[in-house]
């Protein structure tokens, strides 16, 4: 009695990990790589929006742009040419989620495989858009740091 015993603590013991890991390749698991870059790439736009916002109204403010010219003096700080590459490896980084092998997910192996891709991916779309708001921050840093050092105005 007690080897069958043994026996069954073996074999489901064993069986689990296999359950496991079928249930870590679902569908759930690529929603929650979704739930997970989302909620970064939302919380750094709430950790660095206002702050970009503030910067620039203070570089509006001393430098006494108008309505009008607001948009032209201020765009370059959120969108040069580093911004612009980040975007476009992060429009790549999408598209080639778009494009990942669908005859991949028939397979267990496949859907594991396709997860950890997928995951990684996502993650560089995180760490893509954390850049471009470091970059678009320091630009503000310096820009500001130059108008203390002034101390006046255009």
């Given at each position: 009695m007690q080897v069958r015993w043994a026996f069954f603590v073996l074999f489901v013991g064993a069986g689990t990990p296999v359950f496991a890991q079928a249930?870590?390749?679902?569908?759930g698991a690529f929603k929650t790589v979704?739930?997970?870059?989302?909620a970064a790439i939302s919380g750094l736009q709430d950790a660095n929006a206002k702050t970009v916002q503030a910067k620039l109204q203070a570089l509006r403010a001393h430098?006494?742009?108008?309505?009008?010219?607001?948009?032209?003096?201020?765009?370059?700080?959120v969108k040069d040419d580093t911004t612009m590459a980040i975007d476009a490896a992060n429009r790549a980084l999408l598209l080639k989620v778009q494009s990942f092998d669908a005859d991949k997910a028939a397979s267990e192996d496949g859907r594991c495989s396709m997860l950890?891709?997928?995951?990684?991916?996502?993650?560089?779309?995180?760490?893509?858009?954390?850049?471009?708001?470091?970059?678009?921050?320091?630009?503000?840093?310096?820009?500001?740091?130059?108008?203390?050092?002034?101390?006046?105005?255009?």
């Amino acid at each position: 009695m007690q080897v069958r015993w043994a026996f069954f603590v073996l074999f489901v013991g064993a069986g689990t990990p296999v359950f496991a890991q079928a249930a870590a390749c679902d569908a759930g698991a690529f929603k929650t790589v979704v739930a997970e870059a989302g909620a970064a790439i939302s919380g750094l736009q709430d950790a660095n929006a206002k702050t970009v916002q503030a910067k620039l109204q203070a570089l509006r403010a001393h430098h006494n742009w108008s309505d009008d010219v607001y948009p032209v003096r201020a765009t370059p700080f959120v969108k040069d040419d580093t911004t612009m590459a980040i975007d476009a490896a992060n429009r790549a980084l999408l598209l080639k989620v778009q494009s990942f092998d669908a005859d991949k997910a028939a397979s267990e192996d496949g859907r594991c495989s396709m997860l950890s891709e997928f995951r990684l991916v996502m993650d560089e779309v995180v760490r893509n858009t954390a850049a471009k708001w470091r970059h678009m921050v320091a630009k503000l840093d310096a820009a500001t740091a130059e108008v203390m050092q002034a101390g006046m105005g255009e």
